[in-house]
């Protein structure tokens, strides 16, 4: 930092740059005072992780996918010394390049304003819920996060509309479900309960195998209902009071209170059976809410157009890339006489599908010339 022109803010930020040092320990501020005593685990002769599995075990209710070592994995490693295998799944897809562009995808509007969610915080609203759940009932945490941060990282651009776009182009169809669990996220190495509760979490696909899966999938469903609601109010699309009467008289017209009755409902029901649900009354409550939205806000003509507009340029660039597969990034092992191959087209389809909404239109409008008023755009009411 060249001192001579630094602010004083500067240079006090400056000052703490070797933090303060006392006794051959460094802290990181000048009166710090925390301390603790000798954590118990250290005496029980275990690893850190390994006694912390056994507390963690003691918490579980009967059914729920205890932690063991390192986990069970396509690819055997080592277990890490201070985390279950379930906490490194987390940290692993917290950490991983598919999780962090879900910033830049549509949840339901595309180019949110500052205040709407996008599938990033979508994902960390559905982990809200589904860890509140999980604790609630003793069911594994760490798992159950794992998933719920994990379940979207196979969306591609422009929400929903991207599988209707890459559809073509994939044997069996473009899920992104699916795509997340064997495509965005193999190289982690993660769990196999982790996978599958990724693969399963749709209600559209076969049952995940764990408690804890099953409860991602419900806390999908009421995250996305409840914020793409609020969402939807903000952008005045729909009035609070617009809720059919059985959605407003179960649920309530907040956020907050439709969260708290629905979360309330299913650890409750959990409790008395056994079973991953909810009760019939809410339930019901739940599947009006949500059909509330397909009809007003999701199926609405504005979101239609921006659909069609998405379909359409995905699958230019799916084409684009295909046919001149030397533009894809790597180490260009898509050359050649392979610009027409599967292997051609399937490189194209992760590129596309791993994009950003606004990445893949700025490569639409270089590449291809896209029209400017053929792109999606904001929110039009």
């Known amino acids: 930092m060249n001192i001579e022109h630094a602010t004083e803010r500067n240079r006090q930020w400056a000052a703490t740059m070797e933090g303060f040092a006392a006794n051959d320990i460094v802290r990181a501020h000048a009166n ?9 685990l250290a005496e029980t002769g275990l690893l850190p992780r390994a006694a912390h599995e056994e507390i963690l075990d003691a918490t579980l209710a009967g059914g729920a996918t205890p932690s063991h070592g390192a986990g069970n994995r396509v690819r055997e490693e080592e277990p890490d010394p201070y985390r ?7 940290d692993r897809i917290l950490h991983s390049s598919s999780f962090r562009r879900l910033s830049g995808k549509t949840q339901v509007f595309v180019f949110p304003d500052d205040h709407m969610r996008t599938r990033l915080t979508h994902a960390l ?10 604790r609630a009932v003793g069911l594994n945490p760490a798992l159950t996060e794992a998933i719920a941060l994990g ?8 929400g929903h509309a991207s599988e209707e776009a890459l559809d073509p182009y994939v044997s069996g169809g473009f899920d992104h479900a699916t795509w997340g669990a064997n495509v965005s996220l193999v190289n982690l190495n993660l769990c196999l309960e982790t996978l599958d509760g990724i693969r399963n979490h749709s209600w559209s696909r076969p049952a995940p195998q764990s408690p804890e899966g099953e409860v991602v999938s419900w806390a999908d469903r009421i995250a996305y209902v409840c914020h793409d609601f609020e969402d939807a109010v903000s952008a005045g699309i729909v009035r609070p009071d617009d809720l059919p009467d059985l959605v ?3 649920c309530g017209t907040t956020r907050g209170q439709q969260l708290g009755t629905f979360i309330r409902a299913m650890i409750t029901t959990i409790q008395q059976t056994g079973l991953i649900g909810m009760d019939a009354r809410t339930a019901e ?8 939205n397909y009809a007003t806000i999701y199926m609405r003509e504005p979101s239609r157009v921006q659909a069609q507009r998405v379909v359409g340029m995905l699958r230019s660039l799916v084409e684009f890339y295909a046919a001149t597969p030397s533009l894809l990034p790597g180490d260009g092992e898509f050359r050649g006489d392979m610009a027409s191959s599967t292997s051609a087209l399937d490189a194209a389809v992760a590129y596309v599908a791993g994009m950003t909404d606004r990445f893949a239109c700025r490569s639409a409008v270089t590449l291809l010339d896209w029209p400017i008023d053929q792109l999606p755009n904001g929110i039009d009411r």
């Open 285 to 292: 409550a739940l599947s009006a809410f949500r059909a509330f």
């Open 84 to 90: 279950t295998c379930f906490e490194r799944d987390r």
């Open 248 to 250: 407003h008289d179960r």
């Open 32 to 40: 710090s005072v925390a301390a603790i005593e000798s954590a118990p």
């Open 125 to 134: 609203e559905v982990a809200q819920v589904a860890v509140s759940v999980a």
């Open 151 to 158: 379940h979207d990282c196979g969306h591609g651009p422009g």
